[in-house]
């Protein structure tokens, strides 16, 4: 089935760990976005990525790294720099920019946990 | 810059009443696009509807329809007939100025009690 799959869906980390959060799509899209989710703050854009090679920071980018090398991979690096990086985050994608058609699909999350 | 307002954070309803969500949102530019989208307690986020700015006109789906005011900068939703699967987090969100990202607002929690 086609569709967006995170990974993985828990996670835990100390203090000082730097981990990866995985987002692969086999929808063809050219666009990828992470989103980051807080109780009662709605959804924040760390980065995207209108194309390979490419991406720009969100409003929330500082701690956070990507890449995207490949069309159909975009995964998210929380870095020890991320000061409160305890949330559950979302990656989607979009067959062009969201400006011109605005349905993004959206993975089922990882929530990551810092102890 | 863009803004969403949703204004209420938890909505209970009893099965069969009808609940509406309110969204106001805020930008400068004349050309936007509103949607809604659906987060089940699965996790991932489901898109319901686009309008652009220039269509004002109200939409029905089913039970859902939407109230598009731009006097008032509103882009209200209305479920009719609730049923327990309608429980869910409803985000309205906004694209504006042509770039490429939305804007979200906080979500409405809606719980459906049978």
């Known amino acids: 089935d086609g569709g967006i799959t995170q990974s993985p869906k828990y996670l835990f980390r100390k203090e000082g760990q730097n981990v990866t959060l995985s987002c692969e799509q086999n929808?063809?899209?050219?666009?990828m976005y992470w989103y980051r989710q807080d109780p009662g703050q709605g959804l924040r854009l760390i980065y995207y990525?209108?194309?390979?090679?490419?991406?720009q920071k969100g409003d929330i980018a500082e701690g956070y790294s990507v890449s995207r090398e490949k069309k159909e991979s975009f995964p998210l690096t929380v870095t020890s720099a991320q000061k409160n990086p305890t949330a559950f985050y979302l990656c989607?994608?979009?067959?062009?920019?969201?400006?011109?058609?605005?349905?993004?699909?959206f993975g089922e999350g990882s929530r990551l946990t810092v102890l | 810059a863009q803004k969403v307002t949703q204004a209420q954070t938890e909505i209970s309803v009893v099965e069969k009443e009808d609940v509406t969500l309110d969204c106001v949102y805020e930008?400068?530019?004349?050309?936007?696009?509103l949607f809604w989208y659906k987060q089940p307690p699965s996790g991932e986020l489901v898109f319901l509807i686009r309008?652009?700015?220039?269509?004002?006109q109200n939409e029905i789906s089913g039970r859902y329809s939407w109230n598009f005011q731009k006097s008032t900068s509103s882009f209200n939703f209305t479920i009719t007939a609730s049923q327990v699967v309608d429980s869910a987090v409803y985000f309205c969100?906004?694209?504006?100025?042509?770039?490429?990202?939305?804007?979200f607002g906080k979500g409405n929690q809606v719980v459906v009690i049978p």
């Open positions: 989607a994608s979009s067959l062009q920019g969201a400006w011109n058609t605005g349905e993004l699909f």
């Open positions: 929808l063809n899209h050219d666009a």
């Open positions: 990525s209108q194309i390979v090679n490419d991406f």
């Open positions: 930008t400068r530019d004349t050309t936007y696009y």
């Open positions: 309008r652009n700015s220039f269509d004002e």
């Open positions: 969100a906004l694209s504006a100025g042509g770039n490429n990202r939305l804007a």
